[in-house]
T-cell receptor, first 111, second 115 residues
Framework: DQQVKQNSPSLSVQEGRISILNCDYTNSMFDYFLWYKKYPAEGPTFLISISSIKDKNEDGRFTVFLNKSAKHLSLHIVPSQPGDSAVYFCAAKYTGNQFYFGTGTSLTVIP | EPEVTQTPSHQVTQMGQEVILRCVPI?????FYWYRQILGQKVEFLVS????????KSEIFDDQFSVERPDGSNFTLKIRSTKLEDSAMYFCASSGIDRGTDEQYFGPGTRLTVT
């Protein structure tokens, strides 16, 4: 049961431009969402989160937008840097501590 | 900066053998987790552990799996009789006080290969 979906397995962006990574979910009970970044041979690293009571959260170059009516969230990275090249996972939870992860989007930032 | 560590980084075992994957969570964290990622697939939750007992588990976490916190620092995942389909990256994670919102810090993972 794929409750969290990332429909784009990969994305390429020029350095300096905006990267937009998308995530859709099916469970309307989800109330907390996170984005993780993962480099090869490393575990996921927390990037940014958003509670369902908000529709935007910003941290430096990273902004997460939440559209509850569309059950959609997105991560904006601007400006994109080559070091941002990684796999990005969105995750969601509604109760307890079980996170549901998407399948990931591989971002390549081209210098 | 504190981090979650995992050993070994790669474990090769024969089908039917028992394996123990080890994790040292961040020292002041209270919640501990195991996830797995089969190659090319999503990260999947296995189990969460709090106050010396399992607080949640997924349907993947069947009777062949068990977790333990044998001392004040280690957190282990045991697979009793490994199957080929257990081959995956296994990630340990820990989180702090606020159960509802604290992000989980992940270790680098153990690659388990069952032959």
């Amino acid at each position: 049961d794929q409750q969290v979906k990332q429909n784009s397995p990969s994305l390429s962006v020029q350095e300096g431009r905006i990267s937009i990574l998308n995530c859709d979910y099916t469970n309307s009970m989800f109330d907390y969402f996170l984005w993780y970044k993962k480099y090869p041979a490393e575990g996921p690293t927390f990037l940014i989160s958003i509670s369902s009571i908000k529709d935007k959260n910003e941290d430096g170059r990273f902004t997460v937008f939440l559209n509850k009516s569309a059950k959609h969230l997105s991560l904006h990275i601007v400006p994109s840097q080559p070091g941002d090249s990684a796999v990005y996972f969105c995750a969601a939870k509604y109760t307890g501590n079980q996170f549901y992860f998407g399948t990931g989007t591989s971002l390549t930032v081209i210098p | 900066e504190p981090e979650v560590t995992q050993t070994p980084s790669h474990q090769v075992t024969q089908m039917g053998q028992e394996v123990i994957l080890r994790c040292v969570p961040i020292s002041n964290h209270l919640y501990f987790y195991w996830y797995r990622q089969i190659l090319g697939q999503k990260v999947e939750f296995l189990v969460s552990f709090y106050n010396n007992e399992i607080s949640e588990k997924s349907e993947i976490f069947d009777d062949q799996f068990s977790v333990e916190r044998p001392d004040g620092s280690n957190f282990t995942l045991k697979i009793r009789s490994t199957k080929l389909e257990d081959s995956a990256m296994y990630f340990c994670a820990s989180s702090g006080i606020d159960r509802g919102t604290d992000e989980q810090y992940f270790g680098p993972g153990t690659r388990l290969t069952v032959t």
